[in-house]
Each structure stands twice: as C-alpha cells, then as structure tokens.
C-alpha cells in the first residue's frame, strides 16, 4: 500500500525528487557584498551549489559575533561560518599558537605554514572539541588604531584603553606593551570607539576598509604586529551526514572560498591605506618593528611555557619546499 501512495505521489510531482534540496547556512562578520569573507562565502555558494547541481543551496547571512557563531555551529543550529581565530582559542587551546605576534614573516609565510601538515595538524583538534575546522581562511596583519595620538614606539602604546578580541594571547601582548586590553565581540566595537568606552582597536586593513572604522578612529599605524587567521568551521551535525562524494564536494567549495577570500585581501593590502588616508585617517608608516618585539620578549617567554613549543617552532620556522 506505501508504495503505491509514495509512487502516487512522485508521478503527481514530477521532479519532485530532483527539486529536494539541502538548505545549507553559513554566516560570517562582515558585509558580505565588499569584504574579505564575503568573497570567500561568496565563491563556497557558488562552488557548491555548482557541483551539486543545485542539491544543495547556501544562503550567506551576517552576525557579528564570531564568539556566538561558533557556539551555534558547535550545538549544531549553525552549518559553517568564516571566523577569525579571534575567540577560536577558547573553544580549541591549541589554535592559540597561531594568534602570538610577530610569529609570521609575511602573507606567503602564514599562508604556507597553515596550509602545510602543522596546520592541518591543529584543524585535527577540532573534533574532538565538537567543531570541524574545515580549512584554514584569512583575516590579515592586524594594525593598530587610536583617537587619542600617533603612535610611532611601544611607549606610545602604554595607558592606551585597546579593545582586543576575547583572545588570551592578544590581551598579554598588549597588556605587556602598557596598554588596557579590553576584550569584546566585534559586535560591540563601533559602539565603543564611538562612545569613548575605549581609545583604540587593532584589525587588518580589510577589516577596517570594509567597516568604516575611519569614521571613528583618526589614527593609524601599520604596526602588523599579529597575523590574523581565519577559519572555515563546519558543524559535526551536518559534517557526519554527507556521503564521502558530498563531502569531496564541500571541500572543494571551502578550498574555492579561501582562494577567493585570499585573494580579496592581497587586493585590500594594495588599497586599503591609500583609501584610508583618503578618507582623512593619519597614518603612520615607519614602525620600529624591533622595538615592539623587544618590549614583547616577556609576552613571548609566557606562550612558550604556555602553548605547545613545538607547534610554534613548526609554524614560525616554517619555510616553502625548495
Ligand atoms: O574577523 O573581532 C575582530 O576584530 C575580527 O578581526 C573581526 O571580527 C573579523
């Protein structure tokens, strides 16, 4: 008897078997029409849903709170999101390693280092901490901002009120420095810069650009004193349901989205400032990179007994195959 109404039904709807669909959410922090993570959600959706020959449909929503979105996708109610791994440390402590300052040369650097066996090594952590770390994206070189003056040494930095992402590593840095970190989701801080609860904040330039932070922050100084990483991170739910052939698929997108996403930041590197001082920001060039380092060694001697020795080395001595 099923069979015959389950027949019924499908010869009544043709193509209704064709037309199922997987809804398939990822959210990220930024605008997603002008912005580093917006192209790489971008190109997921379109790589996906090409792929699957519309099995799957992706929809890009934004939330601004990187701390929220993980959590969502962690209990499941949330399929992807592009993070920075700005929060990602409280969730899986071996991704810390990767926020120490100064740990990168430059973007080939960073980006091989992650792309190589010790980044995936770290991804490997995440399951067992409920998240699929499924590649590794991009942020930038975080810079520094302010309202109150230049800053051109790490002396300029001391009583400065620094609104810091909820991240261990990046609040010692800058309590080392002299500096108030003052941690906070990316959700509350226009609001903060512009009601004063906090002189300044520190994102890399497409951050910046893409948010208008020069209408509440009058200096800036390219201190890229921290590589910022981004992560594309998967809930196990969805994860544990696709075939070997959907998950090849899905891996394709991400692999699509951080060639995209990566893409856009280089070309915001190349803008961004020139924009900014357009914009009227006061930027300062020349930082005494080696004084900031100096300032940071008591920093620096902490992540060594505190994060895994090993991974830092791996990772900073990183070098291209020759
Ligand atoms: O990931 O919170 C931050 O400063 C991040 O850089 C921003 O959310 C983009």
Redesign the pocket.
């Known amino acids: 008897m099923r069979r015959t109404v389950l027949a019924a039904i499908l010869a009544a709807a043709p193509g209704l078997a064709a037309r199922a669909q997987t809804e398939i959410t990822i959210q ?3 605008p997603t029409a002008n912005s580093h ?1 917006g192209a790489g959600a971008m190109a997921f959706k379109e790589t996906l849903e090409k792929l699957s020959n519309g099995k799957y449909h992706v929809t890009i929503q934004r939330n ?1 709170n ?1 701390r929220e979105m993980i959590e969502s996708v962690q209990i499941g109610t949330l399929d992807f999101t592009i ?2 791994t ?1 929060p990602v440390g409280n969730f899986v402590p071996e991704v810390r390693a990767v926020d120490v300052p100064f740990l990168f040369r430059d973007y080939a650097h960073a980006r091989g280092a992650l792309d190589s066996k010790v980044g995936q090594d770290i991804l490997a952590k995440f399951p067992s901490k409920g998240l699929i770390g499924v590649i590794w994206m991009e ?1 930038g070189f ?1 810079h520094l901002t302010n309202s109150r003056h230049e800053v051109h040494n790490p002396a300029d930095v001391k009583g400065l009120k620094v609104r810091t ?1 909820e991240n261990q590593v990046h609040m010692r840095a800058f309590s080392t420095l002299g500096a108030l970190p003052t941690p906070m ?2 959700s509350e ?1 226009i609001p903060a810069l512009q009601q004063g609860t906090v002189d300044g ?4 330039i497409p ?1 910046i650009v893409a948010n208008n932070i020069d209408q509440v922050q009058k200096f800036l100084t390219l201190t890229g004193h921290v590589y ?1 990483p ?1 992560l594309l991170i998967g809930s196990p739910a969805l994860w544990g349901r696709l075939s070997d052939a959907d998950k090849a698929m899905f891996v394709q997108a991400a692999t699509a989205a951080r060639d995209a996403n990566r893409a856009k930041v280089t070309a915001d590197e190349q803008n961004g400032v020139a924009e900014l001082r357009r914009r009227g920001m006061d930027v300062t060039t020349k930082v005494n990179t080696e004084e900031f380092q100096k300032a940071l060694a008591p920093a620096f001697a902490q992540y060594e007994k505190d994060l895994d020795a090993n991974t830092l080395r791996r990772l900073r001595d990183w070098k291209p195959a020759q």
């Open positions: 990220h922090p930024l993570y601004d990187e993070t920075s700005g942020n975080r992402m989701a990316f801080l904040q520190e994102n890399p951050v910022s981004a």
